[in-house]
């Protein structure tokens, strides 16, 4: 089982509507969590970095939250792009290593 | 773009060989991680170079090997090929050596295929 789950594995959308991905994970002691965007054939580019105080993240028409307790987050999505079909990848990093989850594969279409 | 360069873009390969990938770090980062991707799946760390020295390193077997040189550009290694070695090969360059909060700055990646 990975250490690290996303959800779900892949979603459909239309063009200017939300969405919300979810991260849960096992991954102790915990760092910081980060969302990545993966353009296909490409190298992911980071979005947000959150360490346990923050609560949540913001980066333009991104925004990420995290809750330390129930080791849970959510990367928010709002009035969606085609350009933001993608897969997005939550990853967890302790103690020097970075635990990647598998990503969500997001369409979004017009 | 990150400023991180991986060559080649794409290789074929039989079973059994050997291949080296190569990356270029972003000017002035000192440290570069190794991660192979595999359809549909994260990311899965292999190694990590700083300064030269490896630092950190994912459970992969002996037969994956790096290298950093003194400009901090990095090759990956990979002995006897198998089957399941095909993937994306990604590196990230970063400067804080494997500091807990350091960003990572990837490659567009080698996508290896071994058949």
């Known amino acids: 089982k990975n250490q690290v789950e996303q959800s779900p594995q892949s979603l459909i959308i239309l063009e200017g509507k939300n969405c919300t991905l979810q991260?849960?994970?096992?991954?102790?002691?915990?760092?910081?969590l980060r969302w990545y965007k993966q353009d296909t054939g490409r190298g992911p580019v980071s979005l947000t970095i959150?360490?346990?105080?923050?609560n949540t993240k913001s980066n333009g028409r991104y925004t990420a939250t995290l809750d330390a307790d129930t080791k849970q987050s959510s990367l928010h999505i709002t009035a969606s792009q085609l350009s933001d079909s993608a897969s997005y990848i939550c990853?967890?990093?302790?103690?020097?290593?970075?635990?990647f989850g598998d990503g969500t594969t997001l369409t979004v279409k017009p | 773009e990150t400023g991180v360069t991986q060559s080649p873009t794409h290789l074929i390969k039989t079973r059994g060989q050997q291949v080296t990938l190569r990356c270029s770090s972003q000017?002035?980062?000192?440290?570069v991680s190794w991660y192979q991707q595999a359809l549909g799946q994260g990311p899965q760390f292999i190694f990590q170079?700083?300064?030269?020295?490896?630092?950190g390193r994912g459970n992969f077997p002996p037969r994956f090997s790096g290298l950093q040189f003194p400009n901090y550009s990095s090759e990956l290694n990979v002995n006897a090929l198998e089957l399941d070695d095909s993937a994306l090969y990604l590196c990230?360059?970063?400067?804080?050596?494997?500091?807990?909060?350091?960003?990572?700055?990837f490659g567009s990646g080698t996508q290896l295929s071994v058949l």
């Open positions: 990230a360059s970063s400067t804080g050596g494997g500091r807990y909060n350091e960003k990572l700055f």
């Open positions: 991260c849960n994970y096992t991954v102790s002691p915990f760092s910081n």
């Open positions: 959150m360490t346990f105080s923050e």
């Open positions: 990853v967890v990093r302790t103690a020097g290593k970075s635990t």
């Open positions: 000017s002035g980062h000192n440290t």
């Open positions: 170079y700083y300064r030269e020295e490896e630092n």
